[in-house]
């Protein structure tokens, strides 16, 4: 199982960016998927999920301008970021559990200039 995640880069105060995550060796649309952010010095955060029921759920910090979601024709989660704000910089994650297992895509870096 392999973890693919994309879409980071450098975005103004109050933009936008999409990040995607893509699976391999495993039928994404079945599995529960969170995207987690590691900010520098800063302990790894679960920023939002969603399940393979399409049930979301948010951190407080992203709520209302962060949206999770999946495309099951195509396996992708998505996490479209609005109104950025210099805190949210970090490498970003995406995370599924396989059999008991957690896996783990490499981090994209969102970088928000102020």
């Known amino acids: 199982v392999q973890l693919q995640a994309s879409g980071g880069g450098l975005v103004q105060y109050g933009g936008s960016l999409k990040l995607s995550c893509a699976a391999s060796?495993?039928?994404?649309?079945?599995?529960?998927v969170a995207w987690y952010r590691q900010a520098p010095g800063r302990q790894r955060e679960v920023v939002a999920s969603?399940?393979?029921?399409?049930?979301?759920n948010y951190a407080d910090s992203v709520r209302g301008r962060f949206q999770i979601s999946r495309d099951n024709d195509v396996d992708m989660v998505y996490l479209q970021m609005t109104n950025l704000k210099p805190e949210d910089t970090a490498d970003y994650y995406c995370?599924?559990?396989?059999?008991?297992?957690?896996?783990w895509g490499q981090g994209t870096l969102v970088t928000v200039s102020s």
């Open positions: 995370r599924t559990i396989h059999q008991g297992q957690v896996f």
């Open positions: 060796g495993i039928m994404f649309r079945h599995y529960d």
């Open positions: 969603i399940t393979s029921t399409l049930s979301t």
